[in-house]
Each structure stands twice: as C-alpha cells, then as structure tokens.
C-alpha cells in the first residue's frame, strides 16, 4: 500500500489545478481525496510530490499539509509500508529516481533492475531481495548466468560467447550496492570485488569498423524502389556525412540543428558529455549534405566561381586550355574542375601528371570555398533539425548550446530515430555483402583511419569530442591488429636481405 499526490486540471481555467491525494494497493486505487489546495499547475513539482518556491502562493504551508497527510498515512500504515532499506530492489528504484536527471540513464538503469527483480522472483522465488544475499558468491553468479542464458535462448553452446552486455548489467548493480554502503556507514559493508569475476570468460568484441574495399562499396551503393518507405540511400548519405564529421554520435546527428552550422564549422554541445565541440565543414561532407539539400549546395558551387579565386600565374597557364567560347576560365566551377580533371587522368596520350597536381590543388582552395559557403547558407536557415528522423516541435524546448537533458517523451523518439535509422544501414549491409554497418560503426572507422593517417591519441580523442583521452585510448586498444600491417610493412623493407 502506498499514497501519492497528483494535481487535476480545473476545466475552467487549464493553467490552475487542485490537489489530491491518493491510496493504492499495488495497482488497486483505495481511496482518492481532494486536498481542496489550488495552484498553478507550473508550481507542482510531481517528482518531488511538493509545491515548488514562488511568491505567488503560500508554498510552506501547502508543503506542511502535505507532509502531514505523508506522515499520518506512514504511522497508520507502519505494517503495511516496508522501507526500501529492507529491498535491495526497492533501494535501488528509489535512488535512482532521487538522484538521476538524465532519462536515457534512467531507463537504462531501471532495464538492468527490472532483470534483477525478474531473477529473483522467477529463480529464487523471493518477492523482495533483501541485502544479505547480495554478499553471497552464489547469487551473483547464478544472476550473471540467467542474464546471459535469457538473452541468447536459442544460442547454439558451440558459438563463442562475445558480448559484455551481462557485466554491464553487474557494474550497474555494483554502482547501486556502493552508494547504499556510502549511505549507511554503521552497517557491515557489502563486498563487491567478487561481482566482476569471470569477464574473462567473455571475449573482447574487436570494434566494428568499414575498410578501405567495405567503403568503396558503400559509396558505390545505388538502390532505386518503387517502395516510398525505402529510405536506404538517404541512410547511406547520411553515415558517410557522419564518417566525415569526425564521427559523431548517432545523437548528435540526429539532433543536428541549422544553427549548429557557423563560420564554416559545426559547433554544438555533445549529447552524452555535455563537452562543447567544433569541427571544420570540410567539402567531403558538404557533398553529402548536398544530397539532401541540392538546392543549397548549387548555390554554394555557383557562389564560388574560378574568378574568384587568386591564382598564381603558372596555375593559369596549366588551366588556360580549359577556356573555351562555351564557358570563359574565370565562370569555371567546381563541378567544371572535376570534369576537366577526369580528362586528364582518363587521356593516356600525354603526360598530364603536372597539370593534374596543379588542378588538385586549385580544386582544394574552391571546394574549401564552397563548404564555407554552404556552411553559411545552412546556418542562415530557420531553426530546425537537418535530417528528418525527429519532429521539431517535439524538441524545440532543448537551447542551441545547452547540454541537451532530454525528457523520457522526447528520449523515447530519439531511440525510435536510432532505431530506424539502424534499420536502414542495415539493409544496406546486406544488400552490399558487409557483416554489419551500424550508426556506431562510422565513429569506429573515423578513429581507425584517424590512427592510420598518423593522428596522435590526444588529436583522435579532441576529434572524437570524447570527454577524457582513456576513453580513446580504449578504442585504439581494440582495434584489430591490422591497423599496423603498414607500419610492419615499412620496418621490413627497411632491410635489404
């Protein structure tokens, strides 16, 4: 049995509210009683079940009131409420809801709570896990096991055994015991050293990254149905648009505002860190951006004509063979220059390596031109997402430059989102024989190519915007050991046998 207060709208008036109190027996309603208490309804604060500070009502004393009724039901029902220090569950529940803001947390921590009350309740036969069992090895061995048995019901005991997700269940778990041994320090500490043992009888999972031959084939991929729900090739656009922005999240993408877009930058607060970024809008991805916004990219590529450029005089003898009576040299675009280039790498009957190196690069100093521009002609946009995976009104309340703390509404769209676009890339991976292309899977490749191409552990980390270099130096850890193949390659032939 357990009461709670809640606010009904009055029907005259939306803004204002009377508050009442209510009794229930797990489910069943008992008893629902009007506190005859009218505020607005902006003044309630549901989670805490008290009237928020305002000078506009008498707060102390509607909050009195209601600790009275808390307290009389309390003293009436000292049989009937059990206090959460007796149930480890109940504990855990309870602090979770006190102390964590982040809904995406939340629903993740309440997932591995729920599993928990399931194995205590379907194996153990308990309707409560009281704290002494939390002590025994037993316990959390056969939790571990149920976890990993529960997820993979159908899985052959032949396959290797590659997943981490049951000891991210136990960290959390772990995370709870901690804060109640902090919470109650007269009480004999519950040990938890013994939690973690046997993760390594879980293999590491190597991260899931694309490869030069896998990426040629995702550029490569063109799929053309007659199905409107077929949205297979805005996803690919849209994990290369990822893979060249510095691999960001899922969310972050997902979340891409206009105003997100200045001075030739992305410049947001990541999602999960609340860690400002900035990174350089390079042409790679105002091409893939161009796919969606054709309009705004030809406007960008016209803005930027070759006469606009300054050019040194030996680049405008290289080029002067380009001018014909169709279009003078200096009318000449960035599309015009790729044309032009094409002919020279495709023409075998001269030699064109020094004009060809000359044009590269010329075309590097217009494309940069044309991201800027683009840059700026996105940025110049009413506020509102880039992709189209989220609604805006749902979202409009989260500020520019804020760290986004999401509602449990608007952080079940998200997933929604993630999900779908998941959905996407995976029907292309299929289609184009890869194991797996996920969202997730461009931040892998970006920090892979970023290690290749040199990049030092504090340069990929800065890029990656992730909140301290550990965390980088993790992924780096993972990668496969192919990523040195070069390296090797270039210490052998440094030896003439």
């Given at each position: 049995m357990y009461?709670?207060?809640?606010?009904?709208?009055?029907?005259?008036?939306?803004k204002v509210g009377t508050l009442y109190k209510a009794v229930y027996d797990d489910r069943t309603p008992i008893s629902r009683d009007s506190l005859k208490i009218r505020i607005p309804i902006k003044l309630w604060d549901e989670k805490r079940q008290e009237v928020r500070r305002s000078s506009d009502v008498d707060y102390e004393k509607f909050n009195y009131i209601i600790n009275q009724h808390k307290s009389n039901f309390?003293?009436?029902?000292?049989?009937?409420?059990?206090?959460?220090?007796?149930c480890f569950i109940e504990f855990a529940l309870d602090y979770l809801e006190k102390n964590y803001t982040n809904e995406g947390t939340k629903i993740k921590y309440t997932t591995v709570i729920n599993s928990l009350k399931k194995y205590v309740s379907d194996v153990l036969g308990l309707s409560s896990l009281p704290f002494?069992?939390?002590?025994?090895?037993?316990?959390?061995?056969g939790y571990k096991k149920w976890v990993f048995k529960r997820q993979y019901k159908k899985r052959d005991d032949t396959i290797t055994?590659?997943?981490?997700?049951?000891?991210?269940?136990?960290?959390?778990?772990q995370t709870f015991v901690k804060r109640y041994n902090e919470l109650n320090p007269e009480k004999e500490e519950i040990k938890t050293i013994h939690y973690a043992v046997g993760i390594e009888d879980f293999d590491n999972v190597e991260p899931r990254m694309l490869y030069p031959d896998e990426i040629s084939r995702?550029?490569?991929?063109?799929?053309?149905?007659?199905?409107?729900?077929?949205?297979?090739?805005?996803?690919?656009?849209?994990?290369?648009?990822?893979?060249?922005?510095?691999?960001?999240?899922?969310?972050?993408?997902?979340?891409?505002?206009?105003?997100?877009?200045?001075?030739?930058?992305?410049?947001?607060?990541?999602?999960?860190?609340?860690?400002?970024?900035?990174?350089?809008?390079?042409?790679?991805?105002?091409?893939m951006l161009g796919y969606f916004y054709p309009d705004e990219y030809e406007?960008?590529?016209?803005?930027?004509?070759?006469?606009?450029?300054?050019?040194?005089?030996?680049?405008?003898?290289?080029?002067?063979?380009?001018?014909s009576n169709k279009k003078p040299l200096a009318d000449l675009t960035i599309n015009d220059l790729v044309q032009f280039h094409q002919f020279l790498v495709d023409d075998r009957s001269n030699d064109n390596a020094r004009r060809i190196n000359v044009l590269k690069v010329i075309m590097t100093r217009v494309e940069k031109q044309v991201a800027n521009s683009m840059c700026r002609i996105m940025g110049e946009k009413p506020s509102g997402f880039v992709f189209d995976y989220l609604n805006?009104?749902?979202?409009?309340?989260?500020?520019?430059?804020?760290?986004?703390?999401?509602?449990?509404?608007?952080?079940?769209?998200?997933?929604?989102?993630?999900?779908?676009y998941n959905g996407r890339l995976t029907r292309i991976a299929n289609r184009i024989g890869i194991d797996k292309i996920t969202s997730h899977v461009s931040r892998h490749s970006f920090a892979y190519y970023m290690l290749d191409s040199g990049a030092t552990v504090?340069?990929?980390?800065?890029?990656?915007?992730?909140?301290?270099?550990?965390?980088?130096?993790?992924?780096?850890?993972?990668?496969?050991?192919?990523?040195?193949?070069?390296?090797?390659?270039?210490?052998g032939s440094s030896f003439n046998i």
């Open positions: 009461q709670f207060f809640y606010l009904r709208k009055s029907k005259s008036n939306e309390l003293s009436a029902n000292k049989i009937a409420v059990r206090t959460n220090r007796e002494e069992e939390l002590r025994k090895i037993d316990f959390i061995n055994k590659r997943t981490k997700t049951v000891f991210n269940y136990v960290i959390v778990i995702l550029i490569e991929y063109n799929y053309s149905s007659n199905r409107k729900t077929d949205k297979t090739m805005d996803a690919k656009y849209q994990f290369l648009f990822q893979f060249f922005t510095s691999g960001l999240r899922v969310s972050d993408i997902l979340l891409l505002n206009y105003k997100h877009f200045n001075k030739g930058r992305i410049e947001f607060v990541v999602k999960k860190s609340g860690k400002k970024i900035s990174i350089p809008f390079m042409y790679n991805e105002c091409k406007a960008a590529v016209l803005e930027n004509p070759l006469g606009d450029i300054d050019l040194m005089s030996y680049e405008v003898e290289e080029l002067i063979c380009v001018n805006y009104d749902d979202f409009k309340d989260l500020r520019i430059m804020d760290k986004k703390e999401l509602s449990k509404a608007q952080t079940y769209k998200l997933h929604r989102g993630r999900t779908k504090e340069e990929i980390s800065f890029a990656l915007g992730h909140a301290s270099i550990e965390i980088t130096q993790s992924y780096i850890n993972q990668f496969p050991s192919r990523y040195s193949d070069e390296a090797i390659d270039r210490f």
